[in-house]
């Protein structure tokens, strides 16, 4: 019988290594790069694929896989795959939904405390041999309003961190879970009340054409003055313009990102000169994600909140479940 042939985009060897040792009934090619025009002449053949995100997965690419079948994305977001020409194709499409619920809450106090304490100025003059607290004064978290926004698998781990340090939380999500809010001891208001009043307003959405630009100069006239915006969901969430325009009014004390919209552009500069530049990219972004990172006030990490040990052994194990759930006909984590 002919083994399923499956592509890995964007692994590390250590990554190979495990995924061999794990699927070893399968036919698996490996790629440390992210899906392109040269490589995906090598995977003609393959019936499933498994990309992580930046790998984007668009119409072009589903048309030219003709054998293709299922997707198992190695991530929780699947705003990098274009759903509509997989329906169009019935490729069946999986993610990962839970393997850093607690690793990205983490990851998210480390950019609260970090602009809280003054992490990172702290260090650049320390690293000078200047220990003077100039500059240096921070704030407490205990009774600050914490605006959790998405109360879903992270957004709760962000709620119960916040518990420890005696925040109060001002909740909002479209899906409300009453249970949890009474469990862990916070209130769902309306995402009005939660601009008005949160003093860190933290993000933990999906990215979709509802929560596209959902922080906008619209919303940001309701925002508290000095508060500070965290976002480790999606760039695209928040308007990059209004962020500027947010600092400059000093709407926002700070603000820590581990996402930026046009964040793969910032981080392959060289892509711009790709010929496909033009279609996927915004220039004028890119231009404000520079102003963004040059800020004293603003965190910047590079979609890294996901990054830990454990979270990589995690995503790993459910891929391997998810396909071999694909091959046995009994499919888990699809995305509908
Ligand atoms: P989740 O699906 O468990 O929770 C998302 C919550 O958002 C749900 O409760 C849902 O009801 C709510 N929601 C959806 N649309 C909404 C809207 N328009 N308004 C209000 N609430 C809405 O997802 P999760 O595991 O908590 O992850 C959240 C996001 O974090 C992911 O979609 C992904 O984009 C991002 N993420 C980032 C990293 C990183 O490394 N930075 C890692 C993992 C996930």
Redesign the pocket.
Known sequence: MNKIKIAFFETEPWEKDYLESQLRNFDLIFFEEKINSNNLKKISDISVLSPFVYSVIDKKIIGSLKALKYIATRS??FDHINLKACRNKKILVSNVP?Y??NT?AEHTFALILDLSRKIYPSLEKTKKGDFSLEGLRGFDLKEKNLGV???????RHVIRIANGFNMKILA????KDQKLAKKMDFKYVSLDYLFKNSDIITL????NK??HHLINKESLKLFKKDCYLIN???GGICDTTALLQGLKNKIFAGLGL??LEEEYFIKEERELLDPDFKKTCDLKTILQNHILINQPNVIITP?N??NSKEALLRILDTTIENINSFSKNKLINLIK
């Open positions: 929780t977001g839970t850093g619920e990205v926004v998405g109360t879903g698998n992270i957004g909002y999500d479209i899906k933990h959405l999906p990215y509802s929560t480790t969901s999606r581990d996402v979609h909140a996901f």
